[in-house]
T-cell receptor, first 109, second 112 residues
């Protein structure tokens, strides 16, 4: 079993839809959680960073963490074609930072 | 403000050749990382450096060496390249081991 499991997708939604991306993890030592967006042939770009259970909102993006269930989510509201990318969840304990395999999202106009 | 800069962007090596991937950050971060990204496997940690003068192995260190030259620079060396090391390599940095990490644009390496 991988330490971080991420729904692989691919996911295709119409413009304006609400998107839900999810990851589970097995190591309870992970305390800090991140979501990255990666466009094709580019480096990962940080979207959200959180370290506590609950919700954190930034514009159209909401990150949700449930440490008791070892489950994190990223919600994208009013999705746009420019949101089409691969989304990576990441979690860390000290300098050990692990990633999910990524979910490819396509938002169709 | 360039962030994390990697060189080169592309490289083709023959099996057995050696090369060094360079990484520099201008954010005064203490921690730096090297990852490789392969299809379907996500990003896997090769080595990291928690501070200048220290380095530690990650998930997949075999076949690689690293040097933390100073606070800004962290290099990754392949001593004898193998086709299994064909991958995209990313360098990242963070202020500490508990803060968000920022990535460079990657080095696409092919070993033939």
């Amino acid at each position: 079993q991988k330490e971080v499991e991420q729904d692989p997708g691919p996911l295709s939604v119409p413009e304006g839809a609400i998107v839900s991306l999810n990851c589970t993890y097995s190591n309870s030592a992970f305390q800090y959680f991140m979501w990255y967006r990666q466009y094709s042939r580019k480096g990962p770009e940080l979207l959200m960073y959180t370290y506590s259970s609950g919700n954190k909102e930034d514009g159209r993006f909401t990150a949700q963490v449930d440490k008791s269930s070892k489950y994190i989510s990223l919600f994208i509201r009013d999705s746009q074609p420019s949101d089409s990318a691969t989304y990576l969840c990441a979690m860390r304990y000290n300098n050990d930072m692990r990633f999910g395999a990524g979910t490819r999202l396509t938002v169709k106009p | 403000n360039a962030g994390v800069t990697q060189t080169p962007k592309f490289q083709v090596l023959k099996t057995g050749q050696s090369m060094t991937l360079q990484c520099a950050q201008d954010m005064n971060h203490n921690s730096m990382y090297w990852y490789r990204q392969d299809p379907g496997m996500g990003l896997r940690l090769i080595y990291y450096s928690a501070s200048e003068g220290t380095t530690d192995k990650g998930e997949v260190p075999n076949g690689y060496n690293v040097s933390r030259l100073n606070k800004r620079e962290f290099s990754l060396r392949l001593e004898s390249a193998a086709p299994s090391q064909t991958s995209v390599y990313f360098c990242a940095s963070s202020e500490t081991g508990y803060t968000e990490a920022f990535f460079g644009q990657g080095t696409r390496l092919t070993v033939v």
